[in-house]
């Protein structure tokens, strides 16, 4: 991912935030980021102040997220859904890469409300089989590599969104 010096004068903290961490993670390993920024698109405060607090989403703003973020990194970003763990009986395991094409894109996985712990597995950089858990809180992201496996552990009325990132083919 080359970012133009331009472009991270001008976008705002949040974007900056994940643009970073996705530089570091992103075909690497899963990562967690604690940002010190909201995102408007995911329950921060909009333009005008009112925001979408409690875990809601602003679909003007999350579409203006994942047009600027797919204009930075180059990738195609699409929002997949806005969850509710728990919100069907018995469907604590998440389906691994729901709607996705062969398992080629990576998510991001945006806490809403709610906490969830997340138990992802694949192959980490040696080849070798890996894991990693993390419990997600309000705010926090979850990055999760292309070709990795993931699971909920137990999350009533947690919500979360999944954005998907890929190549500009896919």
């Not at 980021?33 to 679909?59: K, M, Q, R």
């Not at 996985?109 to 993390?134: K, Y």
Request: glycine share 14%; charged share 20%.
């Amino acid at each position: 991912m080359d970012i133009p010096d331009e472009a991270w004068a001008r976008e705002a903290p949040h974007l900056r935030e994940i643009l970073l961490f996705l530089s570091v993670h992103l075909d690497r390993t899963p990562g967690v980021l604690w940002p010190e920024y909201d995102n408007p698109a995911f329950g921060g405060a909009d333009e005008t102040g009112a925001g979408s607090a409690g875990g809601g989403v602003c679909p003007e703003q999350a579409s203006r997220f994942t047009a600027d973020l797919a204009s930075l990194t180059g990738l195609s970003v699409r929002l997949d859904r806005v969850a509710t763990a728990g919100a069907v009986p018995g469907a604590d395991a998440d389906e691994a890469w729901t709607g996705q094409p062969g398992g080629r894109e990576h998510l991001l996985i945006h806490q809403l409300a709610g906490a969830v712990t997340w138990q992802l597995s694949g192959a980490g950089r040696s080849g070798r089989p890996e894991t990693f858990q993390c419990r997600l809180r309000p705010g926090e992201l979850l990055y999760v590599p292309a070709g990795w496996s993931r699971r909920r552990v137990g999350a009533p009325r947690a919500r979360y969104v999944i954005i998907c990132l890929g190549s500009k083919g896919e």
